[in-house]
């Protein structure tokens, strides 16, 4: 590959990925897993003046729970790592179905979840898992930290809502309140292909009743589509064939898909609907709380 | 007594013996075009079109040329002052090296920067501005042939439309007699899409003019050096002797590197006009948008048919997408190939079939894909057809193909186009397929399942392919012939190396030639080495494509071992002090007759023929051979694929996948399965996911491998291999082409599943690739599904 010329940073500490991010601003672009960024410089469909890369920052590969359950995954925390976590196969079945249908191994092996979530491609898997989740983004800067819900972190498509200045350091998913399940659904024309259609589900439930849902959606959108209706269709009620049609016909009537090489629009909006109704139907339990 | 040899043991016909090849490629010893670092190398890229159909108001290069580091821009109007902007196809029109007039395409060739890296060259390439008036864009026949459709080819005198080319073969009087007395006439109508070879390497050139010797020696990636040397030597007018092919490893072809492209050619240009090593290679978008593709046909046709099921005749029209230049990478006289070869494994008293060829903005240059030319269209439609006629007379698939199959004691026979099969057993191949796969209990399952809301479905394609061009009579390339050659030298030690013509791109070569060798004169295959793709150290031949190296080159070989082992008789006689009617030859050595006992081996007489000749014979054991085949090799095979399809998603799974293959002798088995794996593989691509299509403004979709979708492991599901053998009558060991049965025939059996398990819909077609959304639509809405480009977008 031949890229524009570029300047390359490796800091190997985060105060000093921060005083470079200060010292380049908006000329200066952050890589992670570079999965995405990777392809786009070598098309030359993107250039900037430096690179700052962040792999060689110590300790932000981790992904660990805290007692009551909240998540929380570094900024350098591999797909790879997530495909192949225990944690999340016993806590959390809507991401541990999710990571494996990242794009494909090799991707899976650099590419991270933060970045992926920064990178904020209306095709992207991980927003949609997060979106369902009520995740969050950690963001740092000079001046300190905030947070970022994942539903105000993509501002649209491939834009995020980071300011000048700041590095996404870690993305966290709040603790459960009740008995965790879920799924994610994806139609791929090949294993690596971007989603014709993501659908994710998580649900949090007490006894029969459904006592949180969420419902997102991947690829028939300018950006990924929270289900809002469908997922108040849930709350408060068992599911049975009836809500669940009911959440299903919801969501596909929240998607905004548009006809494309990957399908039309009407047979996508079909795609969710069969999605919902199946990921609500075969949810997988999480293995312990 | 003397130990006889063990063929098997010593690597002869019918060993498995591993790759010679893969040690070398898979331990990263391998040297492919992009590896050769010459002195003084400079870098070329390429500036390519971003519109499909433009006039070309102006190239401003200034700021290029402004770029430390670059050395050369070079423009379409600087080609033309060395009279090359534009260059001959192979089917005998003319293409564009560098636009000067329009661009015709999307990545068609504008510029080319050479600096003295890559990057610069791509930063030079970026600063040139170009300005371009818009025209409307073709994307299809069904557009170019509109009455107000733009003139694509205005460069050409006496074009006034898009047509490029018309043709039709036949018998038209007696078809149309035969469809008068049918009970019943079957039609099918489909568009088999455009697809890519996508060789992991792409293209790429390095040509070394030396201005001192004025020898010109190219590096390059070609399957055919040869010709390309006669090409190069009659385009640029340079003289032969003083060029030199030079073609590595290489990493794939599968036809694409067939052709000539403008990028080999400009970089021969730039070397000559700066004197130095200009290496050209080129990146993967470049190669999906702009080199050889493949297919993109629509085919409608007919089968005329009697009640009982014997098929009477057939006729049907073939549109061709040949893209912005006629440059067919195809070696027949005939316009599209082997087309004709359709329906030839069944008797069929009559057909008839027409052609018609159309410009449009899209990529040039088509190309056999895993195919000999246009053969992959024919068979695919072949299949459908037969699929359609049986579900259209209501009789089962298999009966409907077993009654009209080419029976054994019919051979040679005669198609109805004019081929003629040399030898087969169809209906075995067709029932060890069936016992294969459990051909009853699958349809009772189909049943059983139906009735619980699943949808299974089976699909059978069985086809004969005519592989192994030419013969000299009606295949040629610029003129020259479709033979084929081989040389080999014995040294005094008794090891060996032969020289072919041929050029593997993967197909095993090296591994596979040195058997033929071992099979005719006993020497170990280890002791054999394979040259070749080198024109200064081998000797003509026409390349390797269209599955023609075993039937050509292979034959060479062994026509070349035999002058060998003839001499070698002689030295034999002188050694053992007999005449030479009194030594007989077994596998590896001569004996005297009458007494097994006393012999020499093969090696012994290699010393001799250096060490201790008789008087009067030359020295030396070498020799070469030019093989002319006299017909071209049928191999047959049968496919069955079993699907499960799921109604609410489109998506369908293969269930199970069995290949018949009789390819003739097997010099290779693991080769021969691997090549089959492979073909299979490709067939699944088509049917499933691989095609390059185009929006309606021409732009190209399926220019990288996120759009342009290639199998992975993960989703290829595994094949079932059988084998059949009957040996071509006419080949000296009895073998056929094998490389590209699979990929011909194998894209129908999985399509004819998928409509097998949506039966009751009355659907007659999708068109490949049966995407989810396709299948999905074609159930939901019980119609046919086009896929014919441009592509819908909202």
Not at chain 1, 36 to 42: A, C, G, H, N, V
Not at chain 2, 259 to 270: E, Q
Not at chain 2, 458 to 482: C, F, H, Q, V, W
Request: charged share 20%; net charge negative.
């Amino acid at each position: 590959m031949y890229p524009s010329r570029f300047r390359y940073e490796a800091p190997r500490s985060l105060s000093e990925a921060l005083d470079l991010l200060k010292l380049y601003g908006e000329d200066a672009k952050i890589l992670a897993g570079g999965q995405s960024l990777t392809p786009m410089i070598k098309l030359r469909f993107t250039s900037f003046e430096v690179l700052i890369d962040i792999n060689n920052i110590p300790g932000l590969d981790y992904h660990r729970a805290d007692s009551d359950g909240t998540l929380h995954f570094g900024a350098l925390c591999r797909h790879s790592d997530l495909e192949h976590s225990e944690l999340l196969h016993r806590q959390q079945p809507t991401m541990a179905a999710a990571a494996p249908l990242i794009a494909d191994p090799i991707v899976r092996n650099r590419g991270t979840l933060v970045g992926s979530l920064c990178h904020a491609d209306p095709q992207g898997d991980w927003a949609s898992v997060m979106l369902a989740l009520n995740g969050e983004i950690i963001a740092a800067s000079a001046e300190g930290e905030r947070v970022i819900p994942v539903s105000e972190l993509v501002v649209g498509p491939f834009q995020n809502a980071l300011r000048q200045g700041e590095i996404a350091v870690e993305a966290r998913v709040p603790a459960p309140k009740g008995t965790v399940s879920g799924d994610y659904l994806k139609l791929e024309r090949r294993v690596g292909d971007f989603a014709t259609v993501g659908v994710a589900v998580a649900l949090e439930s007490s006894g029969s009743t459904v006592s949180r849902a969420g419902i997102a959606l991947t690829g028939v959108g300018p950006q990924n589509i929270k289900a809002t209706a469908a997922e108040q269709a849930l709350v408060g009620n068992s599911l049975n064939s009836g809500t669940i049609d009911q959440a299903a016909r919801l969501a596909a009537e929240a998607a905004q898909p548009k006809t494309d090489h990957r399908g039309s629009a009407e047979y996508k909006r079909h795609v969710v609907q069969t999605f919902v109704s199946r990921a609500l139907a075969n949810r997988q339990p999480a293995r312990a709380a | 007594m003397a130990q006889a040899l063990d063929e098997i043991k010593i690597g002869g016909l019918g060993s498995s013996r591993k790759r010679v090849e893969d040690d070398r490629f898979l331990r990263g010893k391998g040297n492919y075009t992009d590896d050769f670092k010459l002195t003084g190398m400079l870098h070329m890229e390429i500036l390519r079109s971003p519109v499909a159909h433009a006039r070309i108001k102006s190239v401003d290069t200034t700021k290029a040329w402004q770029i430390p580091g670059v050395h050369m821009v070079l423009t379409g109007e600087m080609a033309a002052q060395h009279n090359l902007a534009w260059m001959p196809t192979l089917s005998y029109d003319t293409q564009a090296v560098l636009a000067t007039d329009k661009v015709r395409f999307q990545g068609q060739e504008i510029a080319c920067v050479v600096a003295d890296d890559p990057y610069i060259a791509k930063d030079g390439c970026e600063a040139i501005e170009v300005e371009y008036e818009p025209l409307p864009a073709i994307v299809n026949p069904e557009q170019a042939l509109a009455s107000d459709a733009p003139l694509i080819r205005d460069d050409k005198v006496g074009q006034n439309d898009n047509v490029c080319y018309r043709w039709e073969v036949g018998d038209r009087e007696g078809t149309e007699r035969a469809f008068a007395q049918a009970d019943k006439i079957s039609t099918l109508r489909l568009h088999y899409p455009r697809s890519h070879p996508s060789p992991i390497e792409c293209c790429g050139s390095i040509a070394d003019y030396n201005p001192a010797t004025t020898k010109l020696t190219v590096y390059m990636t070609t399957q055919a050096p040869h010709i390309i040397r006669s090409a190069v030597a009659l385009v640029a007018e340079l003289p032969e002797h003083m060029i030199r092919i030079i073609s590595p490893d290489i990493g794939g072809g599968f036809g694409n590197k067939v052709p000539v492209y403008p990028g080999y050619v400009a970089s021969i240009l730039c070397s000559i006009l700066l004197g130095r090593p200009v290496k050209w290679i080129e990146d993967k978008t470049g190669n999906l948008t702009s080199t050889g593709f493949a297919r993109d046909m629509y085919i409608e046709g007919q089968l005329a048919l009697r009640n009982d099921g014997k098929i009477l005749a057939t006729r049907f029209h073939a549109d061709t997408d040949n893209g912005a230049f006629f440059s067919d990478a195809q070696p027949s006289k005939f316009k599209i190939g082997l087309f004709h070869s359709a329906f030839g494994c069944y008797d069929i008293p009559y057909g008839y079939q027409t052609a018609q060829g159309t410009y449009t903005n899209k990529a040039p240059g088509g190309v056999a894909y895993r195919c000999s030319f246009r053969i992959t269209e024919a068979m695919f439609f072949q299949e459908r057809m037969i699929r359609a006629a049986a579900f259209d007379l209501g009789m089962d698939q298999a009966e409907f193909r077993r009654m009209n199959l080419v029976k054994d004691d019919d051979f040679p026979h005669r198609t109805p186009f004019g081929f003629l099969l040399d030898s087969g057993q169809y209906e075995k191949c067709l029932d060890v397929a069936l016992d294969a796969i459990g051909y009853q209990d699958f349809l009772r399952e189909k049943e059983e399942a139906r009735s619980r809301g699943r949808r299974l479905g089976i699909g059978i394609s069985t086809m004969s392919e005519p592989l192994g061009a030419g013969n000299s009579r009606e295949y040629d390339i610029i003129g020259i012939k479709m033979f084929d050659a081989a040389e080999l030298r014995v040294h005094p030690s008794g090891k060996a190396i032969l020289k072919i013509g041929a050029k593997t791109q993967g197909q095993g070569h090296e591994t596979t030639f040195a058997q033929i060798v071992t099979h005719e004169l006993g020497i170990p295959a280890p002791d054999i080495v394979v040259e070749h793709g080198d024109t200064d150290n081998t000797p003509y031949g026409m390349g390797t494509y269209a599955s023609r190296s075993t039937p050509t080159a292979g034959a060479a070989t062994a026509m070349v071992s035999r002058k060998i082992r003839a001499k070698a008789r002689k030295l034999a006689a002188h050694l053992l002090e007999v005449s030479e009617e009194d030594v007989e030859w077994e596998l590896g050595r001569f004996y005297v007759r009458g007494a097994h006992d006393r012999g020499v081996t093969i090696q012994d007489c290699a010393m001799a023929a250096y060490s201790n000749m008789p008087d009067g014979l030359e020295p030396g054991l070498e020799n070469n051979a030019y093989y002319d085949p006299p017909n071209l090799t049928w191999p047959f095979a049968a496919y069955i694929v079993t699907v499960e399809v799921d109604p609410e998603t489109g998506v369908w799974d293969v269930l199970r996948m069995v290949a018949v293959d009789d390819c003739g002798v097997r010099i290779n088995p693991m080769i021969v399965e691997g090549q089959i794996m492979g073909g299979m593989t490709e067939a699944y691509a088509m049917a499933n996911m691989q095609f390059i299509t185009f929006d309606a403004d021409g732009n190209c979709v399926g220019s990288n491998y996120m759009d342009y979708l290639l199998p992975t492991a993960w989703e290829t599901p595994g094949f079932e291999l059988h084998e059949v053998t009957t040996a071509s009558p006419h080949h000296p060991i009895g073998a056929k082409g094998v490389g590209e049965c699979a990929a011909v025939g194998g894209p129908a059996a999985f399509v004819n599943a998928v409509m097998d398990a949506i039966d009751d819909t009355g659907v007659r077609n999708i068109d490949m690739p049966l995407l989810p959304d396709r299948v999905w639509e074609a159930i939901t809405y019980k119609r046919d599904v086009s896929g014919a480009p441009p592509v819908k977008t909202d």
